[in-house]
């Protein structure tokens, strides 16, 4: 139930006998609840409204798409997927890079100073 372990809901019980006490508790419950299935109602018939209002095209019309992690992963992420998924799975041979090798530096003499580059300051 909304992510929550039997550890949290029991804390949130203890809080809410701290705060409400034991003969507030559950009618605040009953509150919270009844609001809740208020809520869910509330948005049940707006996505209906929406979907009866932009007509039989959209009749599959879902409000989460709108989201854009969603619409993202439907519309652009499902293809490439699905093209690797269908891809036969090849070795891939081992490429080997070239050895770095920087330029050698020359060392600086005692009390001698390090090139300047009045450019780069």
Not at 31 to 36: D, R, S, V
Not at 51 to 70: H, I, V
């Amino acid at each position: 139930m909304f992510g929550l372990g039997w550890a949290e809901i029991g804390a949130l019980v203890v809080i809410g006998l701290l705060v409400f006490g034991p003969d507030k508790l559950p009618q605040v419950a009953s509150q919270a609840g009844q609001t809740l299935r208020n809520l869910r109602r509330m948005a049940t018939n707006a996505r209906d409204d929406l979907r009866s209002g932009l007509g039989p095209e959209f009749s599959n019309f879902d409000p989460a798409d709108l989201n854009p992690k969603n619409f993202v992963r439907k519309h652009l992420l499902d293809d490439i997927e699905d093209n690797w998924n269908d891809r036969p799975q090849q070795e891939l041979e081992p490429v080997a890079a070239a050895p770095y090798a920087p330029e050698p530096l020359e060392e600086l003499g005692y009390g001698e100073l390090p090139p300047y580059d009045s450019e780069a300051t």
